[in-house]
């Protein structure tokens, strides 16, 4: 089996509300993605194996030097076989050519070591306002 990703690949809004239900353990929900990162991000990048979306991470940005990691998914059962990482490697090398200077992401503690470990982000001072 061979995993493909696509900075901006195509993608169907029925099977990513599919894929972040199964990643986010919630039900599908009927989000218009397409419409959401053609108008809020700088790309995105999508995993496929044999065809089915099995990984997705939006890149928004700033229109400038400043780019974001958000909805970082793989599906249950290709977690642990570095498909994030990848996801995340590709979101970082198109954002970097894209002329963007840093790479943010905000995430919940159990992602920590994901993040810094394994995709090599470094602890900062951030500040939230939930709202």
Excluded: K
Excluded at 60 to 89: I, K, M, N, P
Excluded at 112 to 129: H, K, P, V
Aim: a negative charge.
């Amino acid at each position: 089996m061979t995993i493909t990703y696509a900075w901006r690949g195509d993608f169907d809004n029925t099977d990513l509300n599919t894929l972040h239900a199964d990643g986010f353990g919630h039900p599908a929900a009927r989000t218009d993605w397409r419409a959401r990162v053609e108008r809020h991000s700088l790309g995105w990048v999508c995993a496929r194996e044999d065809g089915t979306l099995i990984g997705f991470v939006n890149v928004a940005w700033d229109g400038g030097v400043h780019a974001f990691v958000l909805d970082t998914v793989v599906a249950r059962h290709r977690r642990s076989s570095g498909v994030g990482t990848a996801l995340v490697a590709e979101a970082a090398d198109a954002a970097r050519a894209a002329g963007c200077a840093w790479l943010h992401v905000d995430f919940e503690p159990h992602l920590r070591s994901f993040y810094f470990d394994a995709c090599g982000f470094r602890e900062t001072a951030a500040g939230l306002i939930a709202l």
